[in-house]
């Protein structure tokens, strides 16, 4: 006959969810965006002008598309967005 013993850890409700700030965990998630965004950069600059034209950007906003950020080519949407138009 076999016993089947279950460990178990005893922990501290209150720290089990407690997130602690680390900074070489920002530091390395902040180095892995900005390689994504490298990555991309490259990918979009290998690219022909007509394949560009394709997807809806220009090689003079391959910068601005890899810094995160939209391209809102309607000025009446862009001025929505930031909540100047209501």
Not at 6 to 29: C, D, F, G, M
Not at 71 to 83: C, E, F, N, T
Request: aromatic share 8%; with cysteine; net charge positive.
């Amino acid at each position: 006959m076999s016993t089947v013993r279950e460990i178990t850890k005893l922990q501290h409700p209150a720290t089990t969810n407690r997130q602690v700030y680390s900074p070489l965990e920002a530091y390395w998630k902040a180095f892995q965006e900005w390689r994504k965004r490298r990555r991309l950069q490259t990918e979009l600059c290998r690219l022909t002008d007509s394949e560009l034209m394709d997807i809806g950007i220009t090689r003079s906003e391959i910068d601005y598309v890899t810094s995160n950020h939209p391209i809102a080519r309607d000025p009446v949407r862009w001025m929505s967005d930031i909540g100047t138009l209501r």
